[in-house]
Antibody, heavy 119, light 107 residues
Framework: VQLVESGGVVVQPGGSLRLSCAASGFIFDDYSMHWVRQAPGKGLEWVSV????????YYADSVKGRFTISRDNSKNSLYLQMNSLKTEDTALYFC?????????????WGQGTLVTVSS | EIVLTQSPVTLSLSPGERATLSCRASQSVGSYLGWYQRKPGQAPRLLIYDASNRATGIPARFSGSGSGTDFTLTISSLEPEDFAVYYC?????????FGQGTKVEVK
């Protein structure tokens, strides 16, 4: 199993960004996928989940209405569209695979991509 | 949202000692609690799921217990590679939440 995130850059407050996660080594459309972040010096914060078929999504209150999770099973890819970015969104963003097609636990994680929101 | 409070914040122990980490939930999460290990520069690693089940490939020295609001992760005899930060996580209700972490450091 390999998960490789990309798209992290320095962006100004109020800006937008799209993160990507390329998955390999497993049957991508058999599993739900998540985004989790870790701000500098802080703990882990769950961000969002999408089911195997993309039909259901959930978000942390801190990003609801600003972030959108999506997936393209034909490309084995997961995405996170981030709008109206705030300085508190600065973090290392991880893509993670659920152990199921539903919502259980995160058994494989990428190395993360760093998003910095700063003027 | 469900708040998970981990204690202690830091645990200073020597290799070979037993580590006992606590996670308390602000409301019952049943058995829907997991534990993760995080080392600097590495991706988090799932250790325990549903309170007491070891994930694939996790050594038997790691064990989890508890239900409702009080949970424990025990490392029976610390190996050098076990010094890390440990997080609990609940999947009982949305949004999923993590505890703030317990750092297990070398004494």
């Amino acid at each position: 199993v390999q998960l490789v995130e990309s798209g992290g850059v320095v962006v100004q407050p109020g800006g937008s960004l799209r993160l990507s996660c390329a998955a390999s080594g497993f049957i991508f459309d058999d599993y739900s996928m998540h985004w989790v972040r870790q701000a500098p010096g802080k703990g882990l914060e769950w961000v969002s989940v999408i089911t195997w078929d993309g039909d259901s999504t959930y978000y942390a209150d801190s990003v609801k209405g600003r972030f959108t999770i999506s997936r393209d099973n034909s490309k084995n890819s997961l995405y996170l569209q981030m709008n109206s970015l705030k300085t508190e969104d600065t973090a290392l963003y991880f893509c993670a695979k659920d152990i199921s097609a539903g919502y259980r636990y995160l058994d494989h994680w990428g190395q993360g991509t760093l998003v910095t929101v700063s003027s | 949202e469900i708040v998970l409070t981990q204690s202690p914040v830091t645990l200073s122990l020597s290799p070979g000692e037993r580590a006992t980490l606590s996670c308390r939930a602000s409301q019952s999460v049943g058995s829907y609690l997991g534990w993760y290990q995080r080392k600097p520069g590495q991706a988090p690693r799932l250790l325990i799921y549903d309170a007491s089940n070891r994930a694939t490939g996790i050594p038997a020295r790691f064990s989890g217990s508890g239900s409702g609001t009080d949970f424990t992760l025990t490392i029976s005899s610390l190996e050098p590679e076990d010094f890390a930060v440990y997080y609990c996580q609940q999947r009982y209700d949305w949004p999923w939440t993590f505890g703030q972490g317990t750092k297990v450091e070398v004494k």
